[in-house]
């Protein structure tokens, strides 16, 4: 979904930073998804942990994971996490789905960054990983 909602919006937006989301590279981890119509993007359909150490191991910056708790909890499973970037509403929900996935027993973390965004008390929290 979050594929969908990007390639619908961003090729028809002209600003620098639409100009580099459109040109760069993208990877849709997806099983559904055969022929992606938003230029530069390619789809890992399996072996996504495999697929992802590759791709990690010959690109130069960072590879950014926007909107996929799945997914995260895949590469956190898989050890290819090196920085968390979390959005934290000032919300109880009470229940709902777990960020960090069973098996995971203690991933150390420092935190490199914090800034609220906002009037409502959103805080963007970055976390990297500790040695």
């Known amino acids: 979904m979050t594929y969908e909602g990007f390639a619908e919006a961003w090729p028809s937006r002209s600003d620098a930073f639409a100009d580099k989301l459109n040109n760069d590279p993208k990877y849709v981890v997806s099983t559904t998804l055969k022929d992606p119509a938003w230029q530069n993007t390619a789809v890992i359909s399996r072996d996504v942990a495999e697929e992802l150490t590759?791709?990690?191991?010959?690109?130069?910056?960072?590879?950014?994971?926007?909107?996929?708790?799945?997914?995260?909890?895949?590469?956190?499973?898989a050890?290819?996490?090196?920085?968390?970037?979390?959005?934290?509403?000032?919300?109880?929900?009470?229940?709902?789905?777990?960020?960090?996935?069973?098996?995971?027993?203690?991933?150390?973390?420092?935190?490199?960054?914090?800034?609220q965004v906002g009037s409502d008390g959103v805080q963007v929290q970055i976390y990297q990983r500790a040695e």
Not at 54 to 77: D, F, P, Q, Y
Not at 84 to 110: A, C, N
């Open 54 to 77: 590759k791709l990690k191991e010959r690109t130069n910056g960072a590879i950014l994971v926007a909107g996929s708790g799945t997914l995260v909890r895949t590469l956190l499973a």
């Open 79 to 115: 050890d290819l996490v090196d920085e968390l970037r979390l959005m934290v509403f000032p919300t109880v929900l009470g229940r709902g789905r777990r960020l960090f996935p069973e098996g995971i027993d203690r991933l150390k973390l420092s935190l490199a960054e914090s800034k």
